[in-house]
């Protein structure tokens, strides 16, 4: 095995304001998330759209149940489940599908989570994303435990018996559901019309808590890009065409099944808790939501409870609504100055704000952002930086976002490119490049996050409009843009910022000699002729 150069050791204790278990949670995902841009580009990495895969995986199964309930039977449901799969040319891929993509769901949950939790992304408003996301994992298991129970199979009776016995500790019933499966009596009918409420319902409430679960986010992403939808879809097609699901023996209340099948994404718990009693599955099942529920408050504390929201100079504010339209999470609003200077200003929003600093960066005249971080703080940083290093015109700047870009922001020069760290390069403000450019570098290489990877979600979105499009506050046209690069990288792919700044240095060798050549064109033009001399 190929192993990195020492100068490509990512060490996530250097990550800003990262705690312990995030930090083990970053060292898992960044050669993950290196290993899946190199197969499918930043662009249709899946670990990076793992939010919008669950929603076209909703949409999937909503579709796919609407055909199936219609052929669907509360009198015979086994045997309504085995006319579905007969159905060659429909029924039975269309029921794998429905699987399938129900189990693919799960798996998008978990990572999702997972990354929201590495990324920090848990804490202040942030919170309700989590704990609504918690929920909507919760109510995804119990419908799909319903539409087990509904096939009416083995594991179907075995979900049935051992939710019976979770609901039978609690004081609701008058007599112990489970004695509904000890085959004393017919199955009253009600209870698959309940299983099957409850399948169908439960998505409505999915629905709903889609809705909160992006409340405080601006611009929510709910769909990946068409390629990266249309391949999931068809990948999902061809498994449930080419490994349809079968049929398992039917459920027998006479019968206690030696083995049963299980579902590893939906049943996996069930073969360990029915060795436990009921009260010690609650009650491990209650500290685990616990736990879980205290992870914003956990993540809250340490170096993050020093960032404090952003402020705006009201005596600076120019009216030009860019912070307002930038901001990721809506914390900005645009009112009415009350006194002397009346007139419409920017106004932030502390108990929304989570210091991300994207609106630093947005401010032409450098009047808004966290204390200590807005333009003009740096401005100063930047000042201090070309003080120290001195560079000249065959040298290279590396601006590097700290929670990316290789983990550039961990060290202090790549291979003989001095690196100028920032929180975020969405929060850097263009006239830090233009500076950097204007006192003699040869070029300035943007190392940023993917724009699908930002930890403050919309960063490399609004710094490449400001660097090309002239987005506010954009990058003055007397910058020469040939001379600034802007690439992109996760955490863990360093040897791609290695190629990317070699690449960098030969255009800029290139360009040089350009205009070395233009130079002496011009120079000899503009020399007078011998016989004009002499005359």
């Known amino acids: 095995m190929n192993q990195a150069p020492p100068g490509d050791q ?10 312990g278990l995030e930090r083990l949670a970053i060292r898992l995902l960044a050669p993950a998330d290196a290993l899946m841009n190199r197969l499918f580009t930043w662009r249709f990495n899946p670990l990076y759209h793992t939010g919008a895969i669950i929603t076209v995986l909703f ?26 799969t007969e159905q060659v040319w429909l029924g039975r891929w269309i029921r794998s599908l429905h699987r399938y993509a129900s189990d693919a769901a799960i798996v998008a949950a978990l990572i999702h989570a997972f990354r929201v939790f590495a990324q920090g992304r848990t804490w202040g408003p942030r919170a309700l994303a989590w704990l609504s996301g918690l929920v909507l994992l919760f109510l995804t298991l ?80 709910l769909i990946p890009n068409k390629g990266l939808t249309w391949g999931l879809c068809l990948l999902l097609l061809a498994l449930s065409i080419l490994w349809p699901m079968g049929m398992t023996p039917k459920a027998d209340l006479f019968v206690l099944p030696e083995r ?35 992870v914003p408050t956990w993540a809250r504390r ?24 930038d901001c990721p999470y809506e914390a900005i609003e645009m009112v009415e100055l009350a006194g ?22 947005s401010c032409a005249p450098m009047g808004v952002g966290p204390p200590g971080r807005t ?56 006239s830090v490049v233009e500076f950097l450019v204007r006192t003699g570098m040869g070029g300035v290489m943007i190392a940023s996050c993917s724009p699908r990877d930002c930890w403050n979600r919309e960063g490399p979105k609004w710094l490449e409009q400001r660097l090309y499009h002239d987005r506010e506050a954009e990058l003055q046209a007397r910058v020469d843009r040939r001379r600034i690069r802007l690439m992109y990288a996760s955490l863990g792919e360093r040897r791609e910022v290695r190629r990317a700044l070699e690449e960098f ?31």
């Open 142 to 221: 119990v419908c799909g435990w319903t539409g087990y129970v509904m096939v009416w199979d083995t594991q179907g009776l075995a979900l049935a018996r051992e939710g019976a016995r979770f609901l039978d500790v609690l004081p609701l019933f008058s007599e112990p559901i489970s004695r509904t499966f000890v085959g004393d009596r017919e199955l009253p009918g009600a209870f698959f019309f309940l299983n099957l409420f409850l399948h169908v319902a439960l998505p409505i409430g999915l629905g709903v808590l889609l809705w909160i679960h992006v409340a405080r986010v601006a611009r929510p992403a």
């Open 10 to 19: 990512i060490d996530p204790a250097a990550l800003p304001q990262s705690r």
């Open 505 to 535: 240095r030969r255009d800029m060798r290139q360009l040089d000699r350009a205009q070395g050549e233009k130079d002496i064109v011009l120079e000899l033009e503009c020399e007078p002729a011998a016989e004009e001399v002499n005359t």
């Open 260 to 294: 049963a099948p299980f579902d590893v994404f939906y049943t996996l718990w069930l073969p360990l808790t029915r060795a436990m009693p009921a009260w010690t599955v609650w009650l491990g099942g209650l500290v685990v939501t616990a736990v879980l529920f205290w």
């Open 59 to 84: 949409l999937v199964v909503l579709v796919t149940g609407l055909y199936l309930i219609f052929f669907y039977r509360i009198s015979a449901p086994y045997e309504s489940i085995v006319r579905i």
């Open 302 to 325: 340490g170096p993050r409870s020093k960032l404090v929201p952003s402020v705006v100079n009201t005596r600076t504010c120019d009216n030009c609504r860019t912070c307002y339209l």
């Open 375 to 430: 333009g003009r703080n740096q401005l100063a940083e930047v000042k201090r930086f070309i003080r120290k290093h001195r560079p000249g015109a065959d040298d290279i700047a590396i601006v590097a976002c700290s929670r990316g870009a290789g983990g550039l922001g961990q060290v202090g020069a790549l291979d003989g490119a001095h690196v100028f760290a920032v929180d975020c390069a969405g929060t850097m403000h263009t």
């Open 340 to 361: 002397s200077r009346a007139g419409i200003v920017a106004h932030v929003d502390p108990t929304m704000c989570v210091s991300c600093g994207i609106c630093a960066g």
